[in-house]
């Protein structure tokens, strides 16, 4: 806390220009103090763990589904799996308002919200046989609580993964080179899946093998140009958007020791390497700070997103804050693959404040670059009007300049590449090429860092993939008992069928729409994730109440409370603001009268597109908004006869204790 307050004594009353190793040194203690202390704390008083009890991996190993695996293995899984794009994108989507709100965000919701999130629902699916958020709300709330919890997951995993989706295929439709890469990872990982398997290997040599073979497929990734194989991995968006819907229903229906925890566990040694790599160019080169503390643009008038820095910037940020996607598998696959309560604090607890790391790094790499460039990069529009608009507003840029950028990186243009994954990937090349001392070697940077961030996400596709098969069946299940039980095989086909045809289907829309298509849907996804984040906490704290922890309900009170204003705030204004650029109601209307002006009829098919994209858009929030309003009201009911001493009607439902 004192670096924080300092770092904005620095920001304000001195006016001074800040160092980026300020950014490192908040983040660095708050990363040891809370891991030592606040994760002592939490779980030993609050959950009171017990690394005696048999977890429910143990319980029900099958060797499939129910595997107890090494802590440091599951470490990799789960983190690969909860750190997809948010704590690269969001961050540098949010550098708009100038480095403290982010920063500020990060550093105190990853401690007091998300790392309570993550941990406390990991301790209840545990405890509950594995069992999803949704089965979890529908046992120890009601009925009618479960069923709108799974019907809400269910259909933000559709958009959630959709988006997704789109983005991998954006980074690697036409790129031999990071396709390689990428399929070179699923044969390693089967291999090291069967040598874990087998028992005979010490995990150490595994590893190494794994890590060795990921970096060797990268540099053989550049071989691929002008050989025999270029042609064969210069795949377009369609057929690559096809393939990712394959793989994703291979990845939820192998044994999860065949594929996804090996893998995730490879790529993890990437993604922390190359976080690690970051940091250390953070701390050679020491950039300072080139966008100012707070920018003019926290009053909602952003040429990168339209919405005020409250409540948008904590919309934006998520993943490297409080991410409501991290209960999906906290009550997904990790609860199936722990060996002991004990290494919640490793996994559930490590895991996010390891993601609050890459996010302020990510929120660096930003921060660091030249303003103008970075909104050059991230507003869309013809490159002149660009830059006179941007230079108009404070922060100038030239053609020249972008020009020179683009040539730097390898690209034809850095104009309106807009999402944030190329705005990260340029600050990350130009820390490199700085320690190196190598610009030569800048392009090489971008698109390494274009491929790590692919990797990033397609993480999380399979992941999150085979939480949406158990949470299909979950869903089914309330109408036919047995499709809910995940060791039926035709069940866990026909649910991976049905789940991958919904979000597969508004990916393959979003690739063929000229006009982008569900890339519309990008707004309500930051509402959408948080809402989950309320939905889990409510479980959290009724959980706590059926514990008789009345003395902590403040630990997931507080964060619950935070989350639901600024997410309602948030689509209260998607829905219905009058600026077209931020309400969806008002986009729709404005579109509408444009397409009633006449005009051709691309023009006009293209206008009554964007006026069905608003009107979707408007419908989503709304039916979001709506079930997690109607799920606290469940929840408050249940609280409020728990706190007048109603435990036997609404008992505890976890497991009995085993050991």
């Known amino acids: 806390m004192l670096l924080l307050v300092a770092l904005s004594i620095l920001s304000f009353a001195r006016n001074e220009p800040v160092n980026a190793l300020w950014l490192v040194a908040a983040a660095s203690c708050v990363f040891a103090l809370a891991y030592r202390f606040h994760a002592a704390w939490l779980l030993a008083n609050v959950l009171t763990l017990d690394d005696e009890r048999l977890t429910a991996a143990t319980l ?14 599951v470490f990799g899984h789960h983190f690969a799996a909860i750190a997809g794009p948010g704590p690269l994108v969001g961050p540098v989507l949010a550098a708009q308002f100038g480095y403290l709100p982010g920063t500020l965000w990060m550093l105190i919701g990853a401690t007091l919200g998300g790392a309570v999130h993550d941990c406390i629902i990991l301790f209840c699916s545990s405890r509950r046989r594995g069992k999803s958020l949704g089965q979890m709300v529908a046992e120890e ?26 983005v991998v295929v954006r980074a690697l439709a036409e790129s031999p080179w990071g ?8 044969p390693i990982a089967i291999v090291m899946g069967l040598a874990m398997r087998s ?14 073979a990921l970096f060797f497929s990268v540099i053989a990734g550049n071989w691929v140009r002008g050989s025999l194989l270029e042609p064969w991995l210069t795949v377009d968006a369609r057929t690559l958007a096809v393939g990712i819907m394959f793989y994703g229903l291979l990845a939820s229906v192998l044994p999860v020791w065949l594929l996804l925890a090996p893998r995730d566990y490879l790529s993890t040694y990437l993604k ?11 701390v050679v080169l020491a950039p300072k700070m080139q966008m100012p503390a707070l920018t003019k643009f926290i009053d909602g008038t952003g040429p990168v997103f339209a919405g005020k820095v409250f409540p948008f910037a904590f919309i934006t940020i998520a993943c490297a804050a409080v991410s409501g996607f991290h209960s999906l598998i906290a009550s997904g696959t990790t609860p199936k693959l722990l060996a002991n309560e004990a290494d919640i604090r490793v996994i559930g607890y490590g895991a996010m404040i390891t993601e609050m790391l890459v996010g302020i790094l990510a929120l660096i790499a930003a921060c660091s670059m030249v303003p103008g460039e970075y909104f050059a990069i991230n507003m869309k529009g013809a490159p002149a ?8 507003q404070g922060f100038p840029v030239t053609m020249d300049q972008m020009n020179a950028l683009a040539a730097s990186m390898g690209e034809k243009t850095m104009f309106g590449r807009t999402g944030g994954a190329p705005t990260f990937a340029v600050g990350m090349a130009q820390m490199f090429a700085g320690v190196f001392r190598n610009s030569i070697a ?9 491929l790590f961030e692919a990797l990033f996400i397609l993480t999380t596709i399979d992941a999150g993939t085979r939480v949406g098969r158990f949470l299909v069946q979950d869903l089914g299940g309330l109408i036919w008992k047995p499709f809910a039980r995940t060791e039926s095989a035709p069940a866990g086909w026909t649910a991976s069928l049905l789940f991958v045809g919904a979000w597969g289907y508004f990916l393959y829309q979003g690739v063929i729409d000229p006009l982008g298509g569900i890339n519309s849907l990008w707004p309500i996804f930051g509402v959408a994730n948080q809402l989950l984040a309320v939905i889990a906490l409510c479980l959290g704290t009724t959980v706590l109440l059926k514990m008789r922890k009345e003395r902590y309900l403040w630990v997931t009170l507080l964060p619950l409370g935070w989350l639901l204003m600024v997410t309602l705030a948030a689509g209260w204004q998607k829905i219905f603001a009058s600026d077209i650029r931020l309400g969806f109601l008002s986009a729709a209307a404005h579109f509408q009268k444009l397409a009633g002006a006449g005009g051709g009829l691309r023009e006009v098919a293209a206008l009554r597109q964007q006026v069905f994209n608003s009107y979707l858009n408007a419908g989503f929030t709304a039916l979001f908004e709506l079930l997690v309003i109607l799920i606290v009201l469940c929840c408050a009911r249940v609280w409020i006869l728990l706190l007048i001493g109603r435990h036997d009607a609404y008992p505890l439902r976890e497991e009995p204790r085993a050991a």
Not at 60 to 73: C, E, I, L, M, S
Not at 179 to 184: E, H, K
Not at 385 to 392: D, F, K, L, N, R
């Open 442 to 450: 800048t392009s090489l940077w971008y698109h390494f860092a274009i």
């Open 179 to 186: 396709l390689f890469t990428i399929l070179a990872s699923m």
């Open 60 to 73: 029900h190993a099958d060797g499939k589904d129910f595997v107890p695996t090494n802590r440091w293995v």
């Open 199 to 212: 028992g005979r290997i010490h995990l150490a040599f595994i590893s190494a093998f794994g890590v060795a």
């Open 385 to 392: 009007e660009v830059v006179a608009t941007i230079s108009a």
């Open 272 to 282: 922390i390497g190359t976080v690690v790599l970051l940091g250390m160019a953070i």
């Open 141 to 166: 709330i009601g009925t009618v609580a479960g069923v709108l919890t799974l019907i809400g997951v269910v259909s933000i995993m559709v958009i959630i993964l959709a988006v997704l989706g789109l």
